[in-house]
């Protein structure tokens, strides 16, 4: 049966290939979005789009006749109170089921700066008593792309000693995202979702030096030096605080535990971090 699902960061790294899958299946798709750019790209791939302003209240109608909603947030300081206005106009126009992504149950329990601001927008989806799934992935392997500077270099600058991640593929989570929206699974309530295994950033060096021409580091810098090495870079005021709360949360050893919810969700295993390396090598390559 063909649905209608809105989408909300449909250009992002879980929204664009949620929004293909999507698309393959047949579905109609609309987003809200905040550029013109953004919506103009949509449009042309037959999405619906609208530029909404979620500073503000969210018209209700935008949700209209909407099977199911995917609320994605940007990562800023207010990013709780646009998944209330989010989830407030979902509720209004009756959606049939919300999928929310989350952050790692580990974060929100340790209360992280990004823990407590979804842990805030997840138990205001809960009260609001409308179908729902909160999918609650740790860090993405796609993050990984934005150290390729460093990388070339033969560095991965990181704060967070041996802590472990277990780094998922974005993709995985929207496979995930499509299995609740599409109804071929019906899993209710949070899901962590992970990566198959715990990786700190110097085994993923030491895969990388396998791989490439150049040998690759993790390089751990203590917090101090790190946190002005990211102001010079132009991070500041909440974002800042972000990531170094962030980091020194995975130096602790905190969010490392593997689940099997990706496998729960769609059926299949999820990709591994060597078939991510593979793939994008060459973005690592000097």
Known sequence: MTKTVLITGATGKI???TVDRLLDLGHVVRALVHT???????????????????????DPTLFA???????????????????IRLIDAAKIANVGRVVR?????AFIKAS???????????????????????????????????????????EIVAPTGDGAVPFIDARDIADCAVAVLTDRTEIDGPVDISGPEPLTFAEIARRLTAR???????????????????????????????????????????????????????????????????ENIEAFRA
């Open 15 to 17: 929204g664009a290939p």
């Open 101 to 105: 992504i989350s952050i790692d149950s």
């Open 112 to 154: 992280a700066i990004l823990g407590n601001g979804h842990a805030a927008a997840d138990a205001h989806l809960v009260r609001s008593g409308l179908r729902h799934t909160i999918l609650r992935p740790g860090g993405f392997m796609q993050n990984l792309l934005t150290m390729a500077p460093t990388i070339k270099q033969g």
């Open 212 to 278: 490439l021409d150049h040998e690759v580091r993790h390089v751990s810098p203590v917090a101090e030096k790190a946190r002005d090495e990211l102001e010079a870079a132009g991070f500041d005021g909440w974002m800042l605080d972000a990531m170094m709360d962030d980091t020194a949360h995975v130096a602790a050893g905190i969010g490392a535990d593997v689940n099997d919810g990706v496998k729960r969700l769609t059926g299949h295993e999820p990709r591994s971090i060597d078939a991510f390396l593979d």
């Open 65 to 83: 006749y909407v099977d199911a909603a995917l609320l994605i947030t940007p990562v800023r300081e207010h990013f709780r109170d646009i998944s």
């Open 36 to 58: 013109e750019a953004s919506a103009n790209r949509l449009t042309a791939r037959g999405v619906n789009a609208r530029v909404v302003d979620m500073d503000h209240p969210i």
